[in-house]
């Protein structure tokens, strides 16, 4: 129903910089909250970071100062942009999004999860 494509991952020396992109399609009406969250391995999932569709938006506290998200409604598109990169934000990075979609006798609420993009940082 929803269609997430992320882009933007990538090897980096520490210290260095990355954006990754997430852009959604399908038959989506209106979109609430996306977000970003990543796992290294032999950990669980956490949440990086979520922007609300007012805009609002949350960092866990690891990636505060150094890390931004943002949207284009226009493009229904989510981006992380990642400074001041370090070793420890090596995972993958998972895009998620929360929306409103048309089906075919209504509408419903899906939460939706990209395909994941690596994210590599060398010391």
């Known amino acids: 129903q929803v269609q997430l494509v992320e882009s933007g991952g990538g090897l980096v020396q520490a210290g260095g910089s990355l954006r990754l992109s997430c852009a959604a399609s399908?038959?989506?009406?209106?979109?609430?909250?996306m977000a970003w969250y990543r796992q290294a391995p032999g950990k669980q999932r956490d949440l990086v970071a979520l922007?609300?569709?007012?805009?609002?938006?949350h960092y866990a506290d690891s990636v505060k100062g150094r890390f931004t998200i943002s949207r284009d409604n226009t493009k229904n598109t989510v981006y992380l942009q990642m400074n001041s990169l370090k070793p420890e934000d090596t995972a993958v990075y998972y895009c998620?999004?929360?929306?409103?979609?048309?089906?075919?006798?209504?509408?419903?609420?899906?939460?939706?999860w990209g395909q994941g993009t690596q994210v590599t940082v060398s010391s």
């Open positions: 998620y999004v929360d929306s409103t979609n048309r089906q075919a006798f209504g509408y419903s609420r899906v939460q939706s």
């Open positions: 399908g038959s989506i009406v209106n979109i609430h909250t």
């Open positions: 922007v609300t569709s007012g805009e609002s938006t």
